[in-house]
Each structure stands twice: as C-alpha cells, then as structure tokens.
C-alpha cells in the first residue's frame, strides 16, 4: 500500500508538470538568428556590448571575432575583471575590424558587489548608446543572432530581451546534466509567465540580454541588485518592478563555449547558487527534498512493488521522460538522454544539498577566486 501510495504521488506531480496551462516543459519561447545576405547592410549603431571578463584568455578571442558578423557600427566595452591571465590583450589583438573595442581595467572588488555586477557596473558608466547588449566572454552569437534580438525587442515591447545561450554539450557529463540545467531553471522561471505582463515571474538569462540602456539607468544600474548572486533574474525583477516587459527564450544562435568535462565541474557550477534558488529556506530545502524524492525515486522504488505500484511507476516514468524529451530534442541529442532523469534528479538534489551544507558553514557561494559570505556584507575576496 506505501509503495503504491508513494508511486502514484510521483506520477501525479509529473502528471501535473506536463498539465500545466503554461507548458514549461515544452520550451515553445525559442529565438533563433535572422541572418542577412550582408552584414554590412545591418547598422548596430545603437547597441553597446558589455563583456565582464575575468580570466577569460581561452574564450574571449571567438567572441570578439562572432561579434563582427552581426553588423556594422557595433561598439564594445570589455571590463577585464582583476584577470590573472591575458585577456585584455588577447581582446585588443582580437578584435575584428568595423568593432570599436574599449577595454577598460577593472576596479578593485568594492565591499557588498558580486564581482561581474560590478563589472559590469563600471562599464555601464561608459556606454552612451540607447541599448546595451550585456555578453558573457564565453558566448558566440552566430551571424543574424543580434539581429533576431533586436526584432523580438521591437515586436514585444520588452525592454529587456535574453536568451538562454546552448550550453556546451559535447561529453558525457555535459550530456547528462546540461540539458537538464535549462530544464529545471524553465521549471522554476516559467518562461511563459515571465514574458507575460504580470510581476508574478521574472527570469532572465545573464549570459546575453539585451536592455534599453535607459531603463538600466531608471532602475539605480546594477548598484540595485549589487549582491545578487542570481543577478540575470534579479535584473530582470528589477526591470519589471520598475513597469517594463521582459521576454525570455532559449536559442541555439548563442553557444556557450565554457567547458564542463567533469562531474566536479559541472557540481562547482550548479552548487553555486543551488541553495540561493530556495531563498536559503531549510523549509524550501526539505521541501523540495520530499518532491524531488517522490518524482525521481518513487517512480523506480514502485517497479518492486505490487501491481498498483507497478502501473503508478509505469505511469511516472513516461510522464517524467515526456515532460524532458522536448529538451533532450531541442540540443539535438538522442532520445534516449531523456531515460535518466532519475540519476539527474538524484545528482542535482545532492548538489543543492552540497550548496546548503556550504552556505550553513559561512561561504554563501565561490566562483573565479572569489568566495562570497552568507551576507552581501560579507563578501570577499579569496
């Protein structure tokens, strides 16, 4: 009777998930380039990129270069963040023709600031154009992806447009747990809710937005969400509280070429900011724990049980595959990725555990040399 009781509560929340009016699972806000014959014809007079770049040598010379195939009179403000390596100068030599590139030497890391707002910060100050396009150093945008930015900016009205860059998907652990990042963050921030025009949802993807550089000037600049560590949704709840539309899509017109070839790497990556998704609730936390159990593991524990638990895990596991096959699909990956989630589950809950368990022992997060405290205070720099 318990396995039978626990199965069928783990097919129904999956049941509900593919129920939902807004369909998170089936990722229908999708942005992909509008290239044109010549890019010379294209006039990108209007937008400034802004690149926080730190220790970024290995990738910044690809973004620098996809850049000078979206148009003409395009500026760029690079901040090279304290690197340690040579990013500034690989940028300069970089740098293609017709791309007016200012790099400029990062401040000191200024108490209270995550350390890309406040490069970002800094490069805000600089640009004078109406719309700032804000790029991670590891992101390409293939020819026409700019393009395609600035016509969903005009057909929405958003002032604030990002995409979810394609992350890189190439090795086994990439395979297994990248998609499956986009997956849950669409479950979290239903894209659909959030290009809606109410304030209930707000999402944004850091990696590429683009803003109108006025509104960034009406919300106080990132000085307003300084200490944010999910800074993309954080903006994007600061656009909306100050009465502006968002819109946010996934694309493959964006990649992401920072590589995550290890089980350690892709865990440094998600625990970073897993615990701060759940507001450092240790309600939310056990809360989640008690969901996450019963969608990934009540399914597999029933197969065991008796006819009832059998037909109720049947039931859950093609919910939970049908609920993840459309993404599996998007990143054109075999079908049968989509058979795992029970590992991914059980893989991204001890993640966020490993977040929590961090965050209780007093660093809030850690990325790029930096350690974050439990409060913005705190911050500081290892």
């Not at 890019?39 to 220790?55: H, Q």
Request: net charge neutral; glycine share 10%; aromatic share 8%.
């Amino acid at each position: 009777m318990l396995w039978s009781g626990l199965a069928a509560a783990g097919a129904a929340l999956w049941l509900c998930v593919l129920a939902l009016p807004w369909q998170p699972w089936r990722g229908r806000e999708r942005l992909e380039p509008v290239p044109a014959e010549d890019a010379a014809d294209i006039s990108l007079e209007d937008v400034t990129v802004l690149i926080p770049a730190r220790d970024e040598a290995t990738v910044i010379g690809d973004t620098l270069a996809a850049l000078g195939s979206q148009g003409r009179g395009l500026r760029a403000v690079l901040v090279d963040d304290r690197s340690g390596d040579d990013t500034a100068e690989v940028a300069l030599q970089a740098a293609p023709e017709g791309i007016v590139l200012d790099v400029q030497a990062g401040a000191p890391l200024s108490e209270g600031w995550t350390g890309k707002l406040w490069a970002l910060e800094q490069g805000r100050r600089r640009i004078e154009t109406p719309l700032t396009l804000l790029l991670d150093a590891d992101i390409t945008l293939r020819p026409g992806m700019l393009r395609a930015l600035l016509a969903k900016r005009a057909e929405t009205g958003a002032a604030l447009v990002s995409i979810m860059a394609a992350l890189r998907m190439r090795g086994g652990w990439e395979k297994l747990l990248l998609p499956a990042f986009i997956f849950f963050f669409r479950l979290l921030y239903p894209f659909h809710l959030s290009n809606g025009p109410g304030r209930q949802v707000a999402a944004s993807a850091g990696g590429c937005v683009l803003v109108e550089t006025a509104v960034l000037v009406q919300i106080g600049g990132f000085e307003a969400i300084r200490g944010a560590l999910i800074d993309d949704c954080a903006l994007a709840r600061a656009v909306k509280d100050a009465g502006h539309r968002t819109w946010i899509g996934v694309s493959r017109g964006a990649e992401s070429h920072r590589d995550y070839p290890t089980l350690g790497a892709v865990w440094r990556m998600v625990a970073r900011t897993a615990y701060t998704q759940l507001l450092y609730s240790p309600v939310l936390l056990l809360l989640c724990t008690l969901l996450m159990a019963l969608m990934f593991w009540a399914p597999i524990a029933g197969l065991g049980g008796p006819l009832a638990a059998q037909v109720a895990s049947g039931v859950g596991l093609v919910g939970m595959t049908l609920c993840y096959l459309p993404t599996v699909r998007y990143y054109r990956l075999f079908s049968a990725w989509a058979l795992t989630m029970p590992l991914i589950g059980t893989l991204y809950l001890a993640m966020t555990w490993h977040s929590a368990l961090r965050h209780w022992g007093g660093r809030r997060s850690e990325w790029k040399g930096r350690v974050y405290g439990r409060e913005p205070g705190g911050d500081r720099a290892a």
